[in-house]
C-alpha cells in the first residue's frame, strides 16, 4: 500500500522521486520476476527497458530537484533608464556614461534605481553564501553548482 498525499514540505521533483522508487520500481520489479520468461524473449527485453527508464527518470528528477533548489536571480534595470539609454544612443549612435543621462532622472527616479540595486545586491548575497553539499551529488552536479555560480 502507498500513500500518495505529499506534506507541504516536499517539492514535486522529490515527491515524483520517491512515488518511483518507493511504489512503482517495486511493483514493476516484482511483475517481472513473476513472469518467468526466457532471457532472449522480446517480452522481457521489453520490461528491462521499462525499468532502466524508470531508474533514469529517478535520477532526472533527483538532479531537477538539485537544480531548482537554486534561486533564480533576474538582474533587472529599471524601464526609465532603459528608456534614457535608447534614446541617448539614437540621438548620438553610442552609449552614454553615468554622466551623460544623469540630469534625466529626478529624485524618486534615483530612489527606484537605488532599491532595484539594493534589491541586486541582497539576490546576489543570497547566491554566493550557498554551499554545494558534495555528498548530495556526484562530479556533474558540482560541475553544474559551480556553473550557475
Known sequence: MFNFS??????????MQNCIQSAFSPLFSSFQNTLRVDKNNKKNENLNDVNAKMNELA??????QNTSDLPEIKLETD???????????KKNGKYPSADDIKDSFDENAFNRIGDIINKWKNDIIEYT?????????????EINFLRYD
Not at 535520477?59 to 531537477?64: D, G, M, P, Q, V
Open 6 to 15: 505529499g506534506g507541504s514540505d516536499i517539492s514535486m521533483f522529490s515527491y
Open 59 to 64: 535520477i532526472l528528477l533527483s538532479k531537477a
Open 79 to 89: 524601464p526609465l533608464v532603459k528608456e534614457k539609454i535608447e534614446e541617448y544612443y
Open 129 to 141: 553564501k550557498l554551499e554545494n553539499d558534495l555528498d548530495k551529488g556526484d562530479s556533474l552536479d
